[in-house]
């Protein structure tokens, strides 16, 4: 049982960011923006990097994440994806509200866990599909009505961040995410393909996702490419519209028929996209959540199924790895150069 409920929060939400990493500093940034949030203190490993980033924001500095169980209403967990379940957990039994990074875990069984938990504890658990808060797919949500294929494109150069994971639960996730909130029904068919390039995992990869109502997704995640290039396709009937996420651009096609020729046309039409940041919608979103004890738009649920889909691609991958002589060769070197310097 969690030791304490924050049922009725104080003038100002008490709240922490744990993982000062390359992501993390940025929420922290945010909750020191807003008025109605008292950001207690930052958590990380790295002492010298929680300082830093304190001293910066004006509060405090903890080595150890448990220092601050039972101390804060909402936390920002923003740890490496094998620390999810373990970090999240802590905070949830402890009576906090938990914006969780994505992927929410890294096995089903972790994920149904955390959804349990953050239940039993009356807590709010919100998982970080930061795109569903992207100026642009804002703007255009209202105008897809019955997609019949979906087709994204996320390619970014090799940063040597999230090298933990594969580019599936890196990268695509955030678009397979987007793309389960629009289609809305279960995946019945995955032909997926990936190849790791500079790491141990698979760096980029291809799937071909069949949904049971008939829509069909074909996704390409990278992160080995020369340039950023964030680009997000639905055709339906008569229509479709694209979605630039880097320049935060959106447009509207739709078919008319000329009734003096009987010629097809297509109009274009640019679609407003308001400006805004999307982590700083994401976390005010949490914080308004959590005061108004309201459910998360991105809930445990819809992380869970973005991870459920993510792992069943990833299992084709694997399949389809193994018939590789070449990847083969590339794995069974690196565990060579392990054991070499061991």
């Not at 909750?31 to 958590?43: K, M, N, Q, S, T």
């Not at 220092?67 to 094998?82: C, R």
């Not at 982590?279 to 309201?294: D, G, T, Y």
Request: proline share 5%.
């Amino acid at each position: 049982m969690p030791r304490r409920y924050v049922n009725h929060p104080p003038e100002k939400l008490r709240a922490a960011v744990i993982g000062v990493g390359y992501l993390g500093k940025f929420h922290a940034e945010k909750y020191a923006r807003i008025p109605e949030v008292e950001l207690v203190g930052l958590a990380d490993p790295i002492e010298v990097r929680a300082r830093e980033w304190a001293e910066k924001l004006g509060t405090r500095a903890y080595p150890d994440y448990r220092e601050l169980l039972g101390k804060v209403d909402a936390v920002s967990v923003v740890v490496p994806t094998d620390q999810h379940f373990s970090v999240a957990r802590a905070f949830l039994e402890a009576g906090s509200d938990v914006l969780l990074e994505k992927p929410i875990a890294s096995t089903l069984r972790e994920a149904e866990d955390l959804i349990t938990t953050a239940r039993t504890c009356r807590r709010i658990l919100q998982v970080g599909h930061l795109e569903r808060f992207n100026p642009a797919i804002l703007a255009v949500r209202e105008r897809v009505r019955a997609p019949l294929f979906i087709e994204v494109h996320r390619l970014t150069p090799f940063r040597g961040r999230g090298v933990e994971v594969d580019v599936v639960l890196d990268l695509m996730i955030h678009d397979l995410d987007i793309i389960l909130s629009f289609v809305r029904s279960e995946a019945k068919g995955i032909q997926a393909v990936g190849v790791p390039v500079l790491t141990e995992k698979v760096d980029i990869a291809n799937a071909r996702v069949e949904f049971v109502g008939g829509c069909v997704a074909n996704i390409t995640a990278s992160r080995v490419s020369r340039e950023d290039l964030r680009r997000f396709r639905v055709f339906q009937p008569e229509a479709f519209l694209t979605v630039d996420y880097e320049a935060k651009t959106a447009a509207f096609f739709r078919r008319y028929v000329d009734s003096a020729t009987g010629r097809i046309h297509l109009e274009t039409e640019p679609i407003p996209v308001e400006a805004g940041d999307a982590l700083e919608k994401e976390i005010r979103s949490f914080v308004q959540c959590s005061q108004r004890r309201a459910s998360p738009p991105v809930t445990g649920e819809d992380g869970k199924r973005a991870l459920a889909l993510a792992l069943r691609i990833n299992e084709e991958i694997r399949k389809n790895v193994e018939k590789i002589p070449a990847i083969q060769s590339f794995y069974e070197k690196q565990e060579g150069l392990r054991g070499s310097s061991e």
